[in-house]
């Protein structure tokens, strides 16, 4: 049969994904969970270290509170200007090794946070935080529908 179609080719790709395999023992829930972890993760990293801002100056005796924002700034700093070639990153060399990547890196460096000393070692910590979080965004955002079931998805 042959379709006739507007264009030379069709803007949306109509082969299945092999990174989200589609047989009976595939679940797609798993990765969507996964992935909304990993968002969830960034969301809360970025707000409650705001929240903390008045007990990081404690326990770090600072007594300028200019010198505290930049814990918050240099994290959402390092967050939105990577997040362009994050996502170029991830097509070059797979969404999923990508958000491992960034996972990875988010992880190791909100242990250096909770470890860090001062606060110069905490917003180094914070920037590659930022880091981990930019590349490890391009995946929820891009994949969300394309992991949820079709049934679900509500293509009928």
Known sequence: MT??????????????????????????????WAMLVGFFMILVDSTIVAVANPSI?????????????WVTSAYLLA????LLLAGRLGDRYGP??????????????SL????AGSIDMLI???VVQGLGAALLTPRPCRRSPASSPRSAAGSR
């Open 96 to 109: 999923k090794n990508l958000y491992i990547a960034g996972l990875a890196v988010f992880t190791a460096a």
């Open 124 to 126: 180094a910590a914070r």
């Open 3 to 32: 379709r006739n179609m507007a264009g030379a080719q069709p803007d949306v790709d109509l082969e299945p994904d092999p990174e989200f395999p589609r047989g009976p023992h595939a679940n797609p829930w798993n990765a969507l």
């Open 57 to 69: 100056m404690d326990a770090l005796e600072i007594t300028d509170y200019d010198t505290v924002i």
């Open 79 to 82: 967050y939105a200007v990577p």
């Open 112 to 115: 250096w946070c909770g470890l």
